[in-house]
């Protein structure tokens, strides 16, 4: 397999080409805007739940369910055209560490630490918060800090709420949220009653640190993240749906199970009551360069985790990128080439079919740079890039979170 991985890596230049990875949830309505072919919404049946996000770079399965397939949610890479020869991107960081992701990546994680997502649904979802490391490491997981931002390509239409809330209003006690979850069995806890929202801005972001509770709108988002997923729902009723209380207790320990003191101390209180909270986690994007070939934006920034840039090389225009570090992309307008590969952004996949819009570029491939090509003469070429934290990643005001 070793061999198999470095020839694709080495032929294509540096850069893999990865087979869309479409994931279902058994929670929540699909907002629709995945670019899935309607007939395909139920492909894992419909006991799974509908198909309501598209994973990127990775190389952890998703927490979902004793159904859930060995290998849900990991990428694949193509090693050939049409993507019937393939391997985890998994296996290739496995085998070619840090000639794949660098040095200094794989000293400090060992892996590829993060991946991304499309997160589509109809509806706001319900209040949850993600553990925090030590937390989640009492369950054998990861904590999982994340980030968001709302591409206007992919957003042609709202949903039925799009706002998002964010921690709890600054007077809220911790006595009132721990009474909301003694009632998660006996009524409607409407929790988001002591929470905040904001309405969802196009072509911006936040930040959301592991430990925040959130209840994130309807809009299609852009989300990258650490290597985890791994959560607790507070609240019990959301969008007419109800949920059991074994989404507010599936990652306790065993002993920890209805133990409300307990599942109150996942949350991050400082953060949640931040009274300026928009000033402190909000995240619009900051220009990095803008010149007659491209613009590029930071829209991930300011933690120590994650990090993602979005890049619109400009119509008949060709650019050659240059990057500090291993990243993953995903096209989201506009058709060209991306290194020696054919790219286009889908109008309509089927579930299974190739694509050539998502791609995994080596260390080595991005500090030498990506020469991209955008073959529109009207229309742009737009990018999104996530990948760790770098030397180079923007702080706010309040450092990195």
């Given at each position: ?139 054998g997981r990861l904590g999982k800090p994340e980030s968001y931002f709302f591409p206007i390509q992919y957003n042609n239409y709202p949903g039925n709420c799009p706002y998002t809330y964010f921690g709890f209003d600054p007077d809220t006690t911790p006595e009132q949220v721990k009474e909301r979850l ?220």
């Open positions: 397999m070793k061999d198999k991985i470095l020839e694709t890596l080495q032929s294509n230049g540096g850069i893999f080409r990865l087979i869309p990875v479409f994931v279902p949830r058994r929670f929540g309505k699909p907002g629709k805007r995945l670019r899935l072919h309607p007939d395909d919404a139920y492909a894992y049946g419909t006991k799974r739940g509908a198909v309501k996000e598209r994973w990127f770079s990775s190389v952890i399965r998703c927490m979902n369910g004793e159904d859930a397939k060995e290998d849900e949610g990991l990428s694949y890479v193509a090693a050939n055209e049409d993507g019937s020869e393939r391997f985890t991107l998994k296996e290739a960081v496995d085998e070619l560490k840090d000639k794949l992701i660098g040095k200094e990546l794989y000293q400090k994680f060992g892996t590829w630490p993060m991946y991304s997502k499309f997160f589509d649904y109809e509806d706001a979802l319900f209040h949850h918060l993600h553990l925090g490391f030590e937390d989640a490491a009492r369950v003694r009632d998660f069995e006996e009524r409607d806890n409407r929790i988001t009653e002591l929470s905040r929202a904001y309405r969802v801005e196009l072509e911006s972001g936040w930040y959301t640190p592991a430990g925040v509770i959130h209840a994130p709108g309807s809009y299609l988002t852009y989300e990258p993240q650490w290597n985890s997923d791994v959560n607790s729902v507070y609240e019990n009723v959301a969008s007419g749906e109800v949920y059991p209380k074994s989404f507010l207790n599936e990652n306790c320990p065993a002993d920890k199970a209805d133990d409300i003191d307990y599942i109150f101390s996942l949350l991050d209180w400082e953060k949640n009551v931040e009274p300026n909270y928009k000033k402190r986690f909000s995240r619009p994007p900051i220009v990095i360069c803008d010149n007659e070939q491209y613009t590029e934006k930071w829209i991930a920034y300011g933690n120590n985790y994650i990090a993602a840039k979005q890049l619109t090389i400009k119509p008949g225009q060709t650019a050659v990128i240059r990057d500090d570090t291993a990243y993953g992309c995903i096209l989201v307008q506009g058709y060209g080439k991306f290194g020696d590969y054919k790219c286009s952004t889908p109008s309509l996949l089927r579930f299974g079919q190739m694509s050539e819009d998502e791609y995994f570029v080596s260390y080595d491939r991005a500090s030498k740079g990506v020469k991209i090509e955008n073959h529109s003469s009207y229309e742009p070429l737009v990018i999104l890039k996530h990948f760790p934290t770098t030397k180079d990643t923007p702080k706010n005001e309040y450092g990195d979170e």
